[in-house]
């Protein structure tokens, strides 16, 4: 059997608050690798691993007790926990998924290895400065279209990589409510890199990212327990990864590799963590399509440092929600850094 790619450079980060039993349909293809699993909820209930995976597990406890009074940046009942496994883990590639997905198959009907294509997509370039209208010209059998600048053909070091869904499409509360029927069926043989200066809605079921290159901003922000909105943290850490990567002059694609998603959640209990973010989505994304990085800005963490001043000044008249939030960003990068030293930062506590 073939070596796993990148066997050791990869963790996967599973949020959960029920059973591991979805991991027997992964085993032929995470078993291999490292998990990280946050335990949401109840501290106290116990979670079932199936045997044989190398996994590390986590609660509530662990966090306060790794973290301290910093803890409160880490959301708590929501998905949005799963991004104390993207602080903790020492690896060079993250690939988080949720624990209602499932293996999905091709049309020729062959198991999908999604992690496997999202490597693939990690170790090709991004095309962010110029769209190929033959979609990936790295991927096999394709290649740069005529009219494509040869300047710009080594492409960008890709820092996203984010894996789409058959099934349960992934819709908000009002969409639910109205196609509570619709399922997604098309499998696009697809991988395209989102120019630069576009938004997009990421989703964090099928997600994997380059934690070196954009870690320290895949931060999923204040939801759940204690706080106005939820559903909305993987929204916000695309958003401001992608303006970051912007800056930085990284890229992001998205397309394969599919998962089939395999329940739809409840959309009356969606509307209610949703309600705030449906009216605020339409101010956010003017504000993110507005960010402005300065040139000294040339990591992720200072990125995100000023990404944080730019959110209490112009999204703070809002909502309170915002300053908090804002605050949040700060302490999450304190965190980072205490617990990802660099031997180039003089105030890290390796030097």
């Not at 116990?46 to 406890?61: A, M, Q, S, T, W």
């Not at 095309?127 to 080594?154: I, K």
């Not at 998962?259 to 009356?268: G, Y």
């Not at 960010?291 to 999204?315: F, G, H, N, R, W």
Request: proline share 8%.
């Amino acid at each position: 059997m073939a070596t796993p790619l990148l066997k050791d450079e990869v963790d996967i980060v599973i949020p959960t608050i029920r059973n591991l039993d979805f991991l027997e349909m992964w085993r032929p293809f995470f078993q291999p690798y490292h998990l990280i699993i946050i335990q949401d909820g109840d501290p106290s209930k116990k979670i079932n691993v199936p045997e044989g995976f190398d996994y590390e597990l986590y609660n509530r406890n662990d966090i306060n007790r790794i973290l301290g009074p910093k803890a409160s940046c880490i959301s708590f009942k929501d998905g949005a926990c799963r991004c104390f496994g993207f602080l903790i883990s020492k690896k060079k590639y993250i690939y988080t998924i949720d624990d209602d997905c499932f293996v999905a198959k091709d049309p020729s009907g062959k198991e999908i290895n999604t992690l496997h294509q999202h490597i693939k997509n990690f170790l090709s370039p991004s095309t962010p400065y110029f769209f190929n209208t033959l979609y990936d010209p790295y991927a096999e059998g394709a290649d740069f279209v005529r009219g494509y600048p040869f300047s710009l053909r080594e492409g960008a070091p890709t820092a996203v990589s984010h894996g789409l869904w058959l099934n349960i499409p992934d819709y908000d509360a009002p969409t639910q409510l109205v196609k509570p029927l619709e399922r997604n069926t098309r499998y696009v043989d697809a991988v395209m890199t989102i120019p630069k200066g576009s938004l997009y809605p990421m989703c964090a079921m099928n997600l994997a990212f380059d934690r070196e290159l954009i870690g320290p901003a895949m931060y999923f922000g204040l939801m759940g327990e204690g706080q106005p909105i939820g559903r909305y943290d993987d929204m916000w850490a695309g958003w401001c990864t992608k303006v970051i990567c912007d800056h930085l002059g990284f890229g992001v694609k998205t397309g394969l590799p599919y998962l089939w998603h395999s329940k739809a959640s409840n959309p009356f209990e969606n509307l209610r963590k949703e309600y705030k973010g449906l009216f605020w989505q339409e101010q956010l994304i003017p504000f993110f399509h507005s960010v402005s990085l300065p040139k000294d800005c040339t990591t992720a963490q200072k990125c995100y440092i000023e990404l944080s001043k730019q959110v209490k000044e112009k999204l703070g008249k809002i909502d309170d929600f915002f300053n908090k939030l804002a605050d949040a960003m700060v302490t999450w990068i304190e965190i980072w850094d205490e617990h990802n030293p660099t031997e180039s930062d003089p105030n890290s506590p390796a030097n």
